[in-house]
T-cell receptor, first 116, second 115 residues
């Protein structure tokens, strides 16, 4: 159980275009999902906390107008990278928790974004 | 503020030998501690966690970790390494008492098991 599906796994787009990444909890409801960014050979950087039915909470330094997060249902959160630039190229990973603070996070398989 | 440190970027072990991946943490209250493994171009997979109780926690794939409160450590261990254990390992911590606390990840340790 506790499967998180992330789509697409890989995307290449041109500078200036927008890209949407979907994160779905397949067999559980997730009131909260988390979006991370991972640079090569580096740890995960929390970008934002996505809350179902309300606005996302962004970490300091993350541009909320550039990284749009929508959590329209208990099983779906989306991250849209708007007006993408080559420096946005990265590995983006979503995760969700089953319950309280003692519950581990369950991760999607990530999305490799390349902006040309 | 909470933090977690993985002092080793890389750990190299021969197959069949025991392995240890180190992790130390800092939280203001009591910690929830986690270990995750990441294979290339994949998300993280949960290995094990410490919440309370027995200091030795057993998890997936034969891994275990020992919580040491006095040393604020939560080292990952396995008695006999396999080549398939080669991956990137992350330690993570969350503050038990803070409802607003987030899970903070260490910088990761790349484990390489040679045949």
């Amino acid at each position: 159980g506790a499967v998180v599906s992330q789509h697409p796994s890989r995307v290449i787009c041109k500078s200036g275009t927008s890209v949407k990444i979907e994160c779905r909890s397949l067999d559980f409801q997730a009131t909260t999902m988390f979006w991370y960014r991972q640079f090569p050979k580096q740890s995960l950087m929390l970008m934002a906390t996505s809350n179902e039915g309300s606005k996302a909470t962004y970490e300091q330094g993350v541009e909320k107008d550039k990284f749009l997060i929508n959590h329209a249902s208990l099983t779906l959160s989306t991250l849209t990278v708007t007006s993408a630039h080559p420096e946005d190229s990265s590995f983006y990973i979503c995760s969700a928790s089953l319950g309280d603070h003692s519950s581990p996070l369950h991760f999607g398989n990530g999305t490799r974004l390349t902006v040309t | 503020a909470q933090s977690v440190a993985q002092p080793e970027d890389q750990v190299n072990v021969a197959e069949g030998n025991p392995l240890t991946v180190k992790c130390t943490y800092s939280v203001s209250g009591n910690p929830y501690l986690f270990w995750y493994v990441q294979y290339p171009n994949r998300g993280l997979q949960f290995l094990l966690k410490y919440i309370t109780g027995d200091n030795l926690v057993k998890g997936s794939y034969g891994f275990e970790a020992e919580f040491n409160k006095s040393q604020t450590s939560f080292h990952l261990k396995k008695p006999s390494a396999l080549v398939s254990d080669s991956a990137l390992y992350f330690c993570a911590v969350r503050d038990y008492y803070s409802s607003a606390s987030k899970i903070i990840f260490g910088s990761g340790t790349r484990l390489s098991i040679r045949p």
